[in-house]
């Protein structure tokens, strides 16, 4: 990507936004167009500048990043924002979920670089309304962890080279761990999508998907049969004719679910 890439850093802490500052200004397509060391100077920024991407530092008093970020989520083509952040590894995992980008404090030079090559990216493939998606979603998970009140996934952002892309649950017909992340098997293809399988099952209906094993969840809808193997193990055939082992812990959950006892 050729063209200038407008960035506004928002922070409370004025020696955090002149090293990201500093930081930054060596990467010769970006420029920062203005700082912000709180959310309502960044809003009276907004409005002064065409900004392609925000540094929203999380932490900061009377309005935090993400109240920041949940106003911003509601227009149709945000600016990207890079969400920057001490060490808390639930925010991290929320992040990641949703394939959205963080820096850590302290900044690492090399996580920035990557940060700020998969924005120009995102930015160079017009990414914004996708990313915009992403947000949205990121927030509204975000309000019901607040009210306590589970709010089962439709739909999630997967990240690939400068692009996030949205995939339908409805379209998953099971799911299989791979190491860091969760392999999608739709009728057409497979995609990863970087969680845990702890973390990605607690999001899913139960009524809708089942674990069948520590490294598989299948949609329930696409149980064909089960059968007990030659070495007395039992394994399941799905309606699109792949078959998955059971595991022994789950055997009972499964022939429930079958109306076998």
């Not at 998606?133 to 990240?159: C, F, G, M, N, T």
Request: glycine content about 4%.
């Amino acid at each position: 990507m050729n063209q200038t890439i407008r960035a506004l850093i928002v922070d409370d802490e004025k020696l955090g936004r002149k090293n990201l500052h500093c930081a930054i200004e060596v990467h010769r397509s970006w420029l920062v167009v203005a700082q912000a060391s709180s959310a309502t100077n960044a809003r009276l920024a907004l409005a002064a500048n065409d900004i392609d991407v925000i540094f929203l530092d999380i932490q900061m008093p009377r309005e935090t990043g993400l109240q920041f970020a949940r106003e911003l989520s509601e227009k149709n083509l945000p600016p990207l924002i890079i969400f920057v952040t001490a060490f808390n590894e639930h925010a991290i995992e929320a992040f990641e979920l949703h394939a959205l980008d963080y820096l850590l404090k302290p900044l690492n030079d090399k996580r920035l670089a990557h940060a700020l090559e998969r924005a120009e990216a995102m930015l160079g493939l017009q990414q914004q309304a996708n990313y915009g998606i992403a947000l949205r979603r990121y927030i509204e998970d975000e309000k019901s962890k607040e009210h306590a009140s589970p709010k089962y996934w439709q739909q999630i952002s997967v990240r690939s080279i400068g692009k996030i892309e949205t995939v339908s649950l409805t379209d998953v017909l099971w799911i299989e761990a791979q190491g860091n992340y969760m392999q999608l098997h739709t009728s057409t293809r497979q995609i990863l999508y970087r969680a845990s399988m702890v973390h990605l099952e607690k999001h899913l209906d139960p009524d809708t998907f089942l674990r069948i094993h520590r490294s598989t969840i299948i949609r329930k809808d696409q149980i064909a049969s089960i059968h007990v193997t030659a070495d007395n193990n039992y394994k399941m055939v799905l309606a699109c004719n792949d078959q998955i082992p059971i595991g022994e812990r789950y055997v009972a959950a499964v022939k429930k679910v079958l109306g076998q006892h």
